[in-house]
């Protein structure tokens, strides 16, 4: 199984980018996506940008991964890592 990875564009250099995200500085081929300006999020899968994402999309799936970490480790409860799918407090 391939899991993507959110990664940030630092430099690109046209259909190649130098991307970080987790931890991570990896150099990407953006053939699929078409040149990418600094700053912008892309899903990464084994050396390639598969999809340009926005920055809350990238969030939500570092999100996931963290929760996918932490039952790795032991956690029961990770419902913290998904605030975006929790209903308000409120009921609204």
């Known amino acids: 199984m391939c899991v993507g990875i959110p990664m940030k564009v630092v430099e690109s250099d046209g259909f190649m980018a130098w991307c970080e995200g987790r931890g991570r500085r990896e150099q990407l081929n953006m053939m699929l996506v078409g040149p990418q300006e600094e700053g912008t999020w892309v899903l990464a899968f084994v050396g390639s940008a598969h999809e340009v994402l926005t920055e ?35 009921g609204k």
């Open 56 to 90: 809350e999309q990238a969030a939500q799936i570092d999100d996931a991964l963290d929760a996918v970490e932490a039952v790795m480790n032991g956690a029961t409860d990770v419902s913290g890592f998904f605030k975006d799918l929790q209903e308000p407090s409120d």
